[in-house]
């Protein structure tokens, strides 16, 4: 399916210098930013109070947002859990103040504000619970781009496998310079944003990927960057469908999602941006500066040639 048909290739990898320059100053600006700000973690990577609260009606999230906002914590975590008279509370940990002040203190602004509330349950994760959440998160994303690279390597070569993780690397490092940056709450959740980004940055790669592969056996006449052009440019179409209608569906979450969506939409909404520039300008600029060629993609065997191909019988 095409919205429409470009019909004279693009000239993508003639700017590609100045696009990767770009790129390679926004990667250190982030890492910058990383490394002098850090993340803001949430409760699940430092640790704090978790409460459970019931109401007998359907309890105003915002509301309870509100009155646990107006104790002064900032980044507190509110939302609804089984039910909607069920509300489960996430403070951060406070210096000097213990999980069982911390729950009475919340618990009486929250019955001052409604007295059909009840406290169902309090617990505290500590620290060490925290430090095992983002070991895990760390494994978890290391294991995901090891499993891109052995992919890649196989069903391509090793030079796109190279590329592809590159860029996506740099599609990840780039979100999270924005939360360094701006200082916005680092969950669990948006860790999650993080590898779903991984996976729909490489699927970009791949699609380009393949039609470059499909190219070098097809136009034996063209060079290599003839061949990454036509292939870019022939899936422009494809590419505004897919991520247009991602785009759509995660700024619908970024804007009527709530608090509780907010920065998980906003950390997705920033990679699939960057995960198509980085896919275009990043990853086919990389594989063709590395040196891919037709010999890397098509080994052996010859196939029927197409009459109608004005490239049939060329010499490679």
């Known amino acids: 399916m095409e919205f429409f048909k470009i019909r ?31 993340l803001h973690l949430s409760v699940e990577f430092t640790g704090g109070t978790v409460m459970q609260v019931g109401y007998t009606h359907a309890a105003d999230v915002e509301g309870v947002r509100r009155t646990v906002a107006d104790l002064g914590y900032a980044d507190v975590q509110v939302q609804n859990f089984g039910t909607a008279s069920d509300v489960m509370i996430r403070l951060p940990a406070q210096k000097g103040v213990s999980s069982a ?62 590329a592809a993780i ?39 790669s791949v699609v380009i990927f393949d039609r470059i592969r499909e190219n070098f056996r097809r136009y034996r ?43 998980f939409a906003l950390a997705l909404t920033i990679g699939i941006l960057f995960g198509i520039y980085s896919s275009v300008f990043v990853a086919a600029a990389i594989a063709m500066w590395l040196g891919v060629k037709r010999e890397d993609l098509v080994k052996g065997g010859s196939r029927k040639e197409d009459p109608n191909d004005p490239n049939a019988g060329a010499v490679v």
């Open 221 to 263: 006449k063209m060079n290599t960057v003839q061949i990454i052009d036509n292939a870019i440019t022939s899936t422009i179409s494809r590419t505004i469908i897919t991520h247009g209608s991602t785009q759509m569906m995660v700024l619908s979450m970024l804007l009527f999602g709530g608090p509780t969506l907010h920065h």
């Open 166 to 204: 590159i860029a996506n690397l740099h599609d990840v490092v780039i979100i999270l310079g924005f939360f360094a940056f701006f200082q916005w709450e680092f969950s669990l959740a948006v860790l999650a944003a993080v590898l779903a980004v991984l996976g729909y940055s490489v699927n970009e």
């Open 101 to 162: 002040q911390q729950s009475e203190r919340v618990l009486s602004a929250l019955k001052a504000a409604d007295q059909g509330v009840t406290l169902h349950r309090t617990e505290f994760v500590g620290p060490q619970v925290g430090e095992e959440l983002a070991t895990d998160g760390l494994k978890a994303l290391a294991m995901v781009v090891a499993g891109i690279v052995i992919y890649l390597a196989f069903r391509f070569e090793w030079k796109f496998a190279v």
């Open 8 to 38: 004279r290739d693009i000239p993508f990898m003639e700017n590609a210098l100045v696009f990767n320059v770009v790129s390679f100053l926004t990667f250190v600006a982030a890492v910058f930013f990383l490394v002098t700000r850090g």
